[in-house]
Every structure is written in structure tokens, then in C-alpha cells.
């Protein structure tokens, strides 16, 4: 199997990367791939895994993370979290942000932790995934490089 992480760069491949999202029932409509940093996880040429950060100063907003139906459980996620957390550590990032309504447990084992939204920085509360994607319901967690 030829596996490769690839960055979204073109109108073409957000397309593709906003498609998966959408068929795992997560928000599109804000991301920019001239602005946030998107990657693709592919797997014999097939887009099967999706995640992306938005850098704030020093800190980080994780996105998009989402694996294909059939492919679940196959560690994609955890590899894509893995790839974006060194991306942000590389970057000097201090801590990785994320909102969440199913997958609190999955955050857990990665070694994020709750927060409340009070907590998180101005910078992030500020981004649109804090202030209108996701609603109130959403779980806030971090984790801190």
C-alpha cells in the first residue's frame, strides 16, 4: 500500500478534501486552503483521511480531522493527529486547540485535555470555528507542546 501525506494546495484537491469532510458530517464552508494548513492523507492514490491546523500566533486550532467510511479504525486519525502535532511543534506552536462533540475520547488518548472556552485564547476564540461553527454544545480541549 502506498501511503502519503500531501498538502492541499489547489482548487482541485480542496474540493476533494471538502467533499470527505462533508460525508463525515463536519463543517467546510470556512476553510481556506491559501490560509490554513490542510493536508491529505492518501492511500494508493485515494484521499481517505483529512486534517488541517489554523495558526493563531502561538497557538494552533485543530480542523477537519476526518477518516473515510471502510477506513475507520485503521489508525488513520491517530496517524493525521500524530503528522499535524509535529507540524505544529516544528512551528512553535505552545499549545493545539480543537472543538469536539463525538470525539472527546479519541482527544483523550492523544493526550489532549478539556478546557473550558473561558480558558482558550483570545486568538482562537476569535476564529470562526469558536465563534459559529460549532455550537455551544462542543467540547473545548488542548494540548500543550
Do not use: H, W
Not at 493527529?81 to 462533540?101: H, M, P
Amino acid at each position: 500500500m502506498n501511503e502519503a501525506y500531501k498538502i492541499i494546495e489547489n482548487l482541485e484537491a480542496f474540493n476533494e478534501f471538502k467533499s470527505l469532510l462533508k460525508s463525515s458530517s463536519l463543517p467546510s464552508d470556512d476553510l481556506d486552503y491559501k490560509r490554513d494548513f490542510l493536508v491529505g492523507y492518501y492511500e494508493d492514490g485515494t484521499l481517505v483521511g483529512t486534517g488541517g491546523l489554523e495558526v493563531y500566533g502561538n497557538y494552533a486550532l485543530l480542523r477537519s480531522l476526518s477518516v473515510k467510511l471502510g477506513i475507520r479504525g485503521k489508525s488513520v486519525g491517530t496517524t493525521m493527529t500524530d503528522f499535524l502535532l509535529e507540524k505544529a511543534r516544528s512551528a512553535n506552536i505552545k499549545a493545539v486547540y480543537l472543538l469536539t462533540e463525538t470525539a472527546r475520547g479519541f482527544f483523550l488518548r492523544k493526550q489532549f485535555a478539556d478546557i473550558d472556552r473561558g480558558d482558550v485564547p483570545d486568538e482562537v476564540k476569535r476564529s470562526s470555528e469558536f465563534r459559529t461553527v460549532c455550537p455551544a454544545s462542543a467540547i473545548a480541549m488542548v494540548r500543550y507542546l
